[in-house]
């Protein structure tokens, strides 16, 4: 048996509870229905008051430095924003712009976000894809978007959003394990 792929999951929500959060939440357990994972959640609104008042990375307090580290070392980022003016959530792109700019190359993302209906769905494609594509990550083909009719509260009830999910999750394995058998040291030079 080879070792647990480690996932990574990141919720750009500045709320709690959270439809953004519920859905990398079960997009994390579609990954772990299909292949064994170590996971971890980063939730902004649990480190957003440590790292709001950063400038540069040797101010974050360890325990969001500690966060960046996982994002940086995982075999497979999931990463989730709500739609906010058209974008991703500022302190969800002020979490990136700590990420080291070569830390990222080759690692599958998966990239997820909300909104109130489905003319927010090419946040995906218009501001997500750009900025992972900005540090050579590996953006997975395939996104997941699902809007507030997706929900009923904070859970999912959509069958056709749950049929999305673990499509995403069936796609992005055979690249996770390629990504995580090439040494990053080829990517980078």
Not at 44 to 69: C, K, Y
Not at 127 to 134: A, D, E, K, N, W
Request: net charge negative; glycine share 8%.
């Amino acid at each position: 048996m080879t070792a647990p792929f480690r996932v990574v999951a990141v919720s750009g929500s500045l709320h709690e509870p959270s439809k953004t959060t519920a859905l990398v939440r079960a997009i994390t357990a579609a990954i772990g229905e299909r292949a064994p994972i170590e996971a971890q959640l980063i939730e902004l609104t649990q480190i957003g008051p440590g790292l709001a008042g950063a400038l540069r990375r040797d101010q974050l307090p360890p325990e969001v430095e500690e966060q960046l580290r996982a994002i940086e070392t995982a075999d497979l980022l999931i990463v989730g924003s709500p739609v906010y003016r058209a974008s991703f959530t500022g302190l969800f792109k002020h979490l990136f712009d700590f990420v080291g700019q070569y830390d990222l190359v080759g690692k599958p993302v998966l990239l997820a976000a909300t909104g109130g209906g489905e003319r927010h769905a090419l946040i995906i494609e218009h501001q997500l894809r750009p900025l992972f594509g900005f540090f050579q990550a590996l953006t997975l083909p395939l996104g997941v978007y699902a809007s507030d009719t997706d929900f009923d509260k904070y859970e999912i009830t959509s069958e056709i959003l749950q049929s999305r999910i673990d499509l995403a999750a069936e796609r992005a394995l055979p690249l996770v394990g390629y990504a995580a058998s090439r040494p990053v040291e080829l990517l980078v030079s």
